[in-house]
């Protein structure tokens, strides 16, 4: 059995400042690791994702994510934040093909 | 389009009526998910198909849940007999591999 657990339901946060979204799991195995954003009124998207190799990931648009296997973690961060990236944010495990995901993190960028 | 599409987009139906629900995968797409996600919660799990062949329904709350998709690109889930505790946002995603994508949803409401 594999569980996600997101520490924080809201973070507010002023533009331009930094941000990090916690996210721990629990796995008996080695797992896939994923971040997905919601915007209002959208699906889930891919922001991005662990499989193998380096422990840092880097999406497009500025987020990174590290996993840290002996902390069992997946934090996201992002260096300076704008409008456009309040959203709710999911991080997600999978270990046999089905994501189980976190209860999910609103971040709201505040001007 | 080249993305998941599902259908209806938003449904309401009174207690005790069926329901079904259209998940149109990325063409080439081999597996095909469905998740439940309630308010303020992660999607969860609900079952999953290789080609047309069901491979875990572990996820099915209970029998007057199922789901098909018998040739192996159009999947259906249905609900019967609905419940108020069915209102959720049913997800599908379909997946080449690891990474899934995600379709808009269905918004269900029982009154």
């Known amino acids: 059995a594999q569980s996600v657990t997101q520490l924080d339901s809201q973070v507010p946060v002023f533009e331009e400042a930094p941000v990090e979204l916690r996210c721990n799991y629990s796995?008996?195995?080695?797992?896939?690791l994923f971040w997905y954003v919601q915007y209002p009124n959208q699906g889930l998207q891919l922001l991005l994702k662990?499989?193998?190799?380096?422990?840092l990931v880097e999406s497009i648009n500025g987020f990174e994510a590290e996993f840290n296997k002996s902390q069992t973690s997946f934090h996201l961060r992002k260096p300076s934040v704008h409008i456009s990236d309040t959203a709710e944010y999911f991080c997600?495990?999978?270990?046999?093909?089905?994501?189980?995901f976190g209860s999910g993190t609103q971040l709201t960028v505040l001007p | 389009g080249a993305g998941v599409s599902q259908s209806p987009r938003y449904k309401v139906t009174k207690r005790g009526q069926d329901v079904a629900l259209r998940c149109d995968p990325i063409s080439g797409h081999v597996s095909l998910y469905w998740y439940r996600q309630a308010l303020g919660q992660g999607p969860e799990f609900l079952t999953y198909?290789?080609?047309?062949?069901?491979?875990?329904k572990s996820g099915l709350p209970n029998d007057r849940f199922s789901a098909e998709r018998p040739e192996g690109s159009i999947s259906t889930l249905t609900i019967q007999r609905t419940e108020q505790r069915d209102s959720a946002m049913y997800r599908c995603?379909?997946?080449?591999?690891?990474?899934?994508?995600f379709g808009p949803g269905t918004r269900l409401t029982v009154l």
């Open positions: 995603a379909s997946t080449p591999g690891y990474e899934q994508f």
């Open positions: 198909f290789n080609y047309e062949a069901q491979q875990d």
């Open positions: 662990y499989l193998s190799g380096s422990t």
């Open positions: 997600a495990v999978s270990s046999a093909r089905q994501l189980t």
């Open positions: 796995s008996s195995v080695s797992v896939y």
